[in-house]
């Protein structure tokens, strides 16, 4: 098949703009916890840039996305890339190498696991957590990639809808981070020592650079730079800014004041939530969608401190909840006007893609859910989860990399 050097081009775009979003991540996490762990929680999000690139490549990709076994997971007949070549595979992309392909889903599986740092700020073991990336990579979000996206996968064949990674990316991330708050547990003196974010400019920096790489993130999930790209993209303004300020006036009535952080989450709420359904559904919809997102987050967020877990910095609220409820809302607003590979929701005649999309996010929160804990167990019965107390109390800058995140 013809490569189409347009498609590519865009591709190639798209796969440096999502691979920007992973240091936008640690920006954004760095900003938000005390001074003495922002290098700790910055370097969590940095290291999955060298571990994910080298495990995608040896095997990852091949499970992701390899030829299905079991209709569960991928096979290893593509590890080490072997057979993924500079022409097209047009069970994924028509128009682009294959290995085009594989390295804009790369930066997916980069994002994903750093995505759950967040629920462990400030105390999670370097060492361990080296480990808990090839383990997670390889046993939560192979599987569900393939699940969703691989070809002869259960769920892909079920008719889940999921245009960039609500499943696979978002919802994984957010019930495993449950997950992992519940099993390492809370932080020092959480609940009686006030933990404000030490730098906003910097976490608002981040938020930036995530909303400006998630045009890669979702519109390059349309494969092509056609007019699909252009809807994706649209959508993915325009449910971020709706949710950006309906977190804001949220807080706003309940606190008498609205903050940047609250902007800032309220965004990054608007743009996980979005994800699953950006490809799917009418600029209308994606307005009404963040709308909606800005507000569930927003309650999402206090669950938290409803049930005493210590999500740090808030991955179950936002990415989580954002992004199930996205996930559904495809059940409700999805159309084949806007793409004739989707489905229709409940609003244009189509009466069974909502219950399919409702047995997806179940299915994705229990095994994300469950795999996580039986990870981390493991890894905390043989390696040890959290840092020492003391080490806890000096810092993770300190006691985990020798350094300190400012000298003045």
């Known amino acids: 098949m013809k490569i189409d050097t347009n498609d590519l081009t865009w591709m190639m775009v798209s796969t440096a703009l999502v691979m920007l979003m992973t240091p936008g991540l640690a920006l954004f996490y760095g900003g938000m916890v005390r001074r003495k762990n922002v290098l700790g929680t910055i370097m969590q999000s940095f290291i999955a840039l060298g571990v994910i690139t080298l495990q995608w490549v040896l095997w990852g990709y091949s499970l992701s996305f390899g030829p299905d076994c079991g209709h569960v997971i991928g096979n290893l007949s593509w590890a080490g890339l072997a057979g993924v070549g500079l022409t097209p595979n047009p069970d994924y992309a028509a128009t682009i190498p294959h290995q085009a392909f594989m390295i804009f889903q790369m930066m997916f599986a980069i994002i994903t696991p750093a995505l759950i740092t967040g629920a462990v700020a400030e105390r999670f073991k370097f060492k361990t957590y080296i480990v808990f990336l090839l383990l997670w990579s390889t046993l939560v979000y192979a599987p569900i990639t393939h699940w969703v996206w691989g070809v002869g996968g259960w769920l892909r064949s079920l008719g889940t809808l999921d245009f960039a990674g609500g499943f696979v990316v978002h919802i994984s991330s957010g019930l495993s981070a449950l997950a992992a708050a519940i099993v390492i547990g809370n932080r020092k003196s959480h609940g009686h020592e006030h933990m404000p974010p030490h730098n906003l400019t910097m976490t608002l920096t981040g938020a930036a650079l995530l909303w400006f790489g998630w045009f890669g993130f979702n519109a390059g999930s349309a494969l092509t730079s056609g007019t699909l790209a252009l809807t994706a993209f649209i959508n993915t303004q325009c449910s971020a800014a709706a949710a950006t300020l309906s977190w804001v006036f949220m807080e706003w009535y309940k606190r008498s004041k609205p903050t940047v952080l609250g902007a800032a ?94 047995f997806s996010v179940g299915v994705t929160i229990v095994f994300s859910f469950v795999m996580t804990w039986l990870i981390l167990k493991v890894l905390q019965k043989t390696m040890g989860l959290r840092v020492e107390a003391q080490e806890e109390e000096e810092g993770l800058d300190l006691s985990q990399h020798g350094e300190n995140g400012y000298i003045f």
């Open 265 to 358: 989450s309220g965004a990054i709420a608007g743009l996980a939530g979005i994800t699953p359904a950006a490809g799917f559904v009418t600029p209308l919809a994606a307005i009404f969608i963040g709308l909606c997102l800005g507000v569930l987050c927003y309650w999402g967020v206090s669950l938290k401190n409803h049930f005493g877990f210590d999500d740090s910095l808030d991955v179950v609220g936002v990415h989580g909840v954002g992004s199930s409820f996205g996930a559904i809302a495809i059940g409700l607003f999805a159309t084949t006007t806007v793409n004739a590979a989707g489905g229709n929701g409940i609003f244009y005649g189509g009466y069974s893609l909502l219950g399919i999309q409702l």
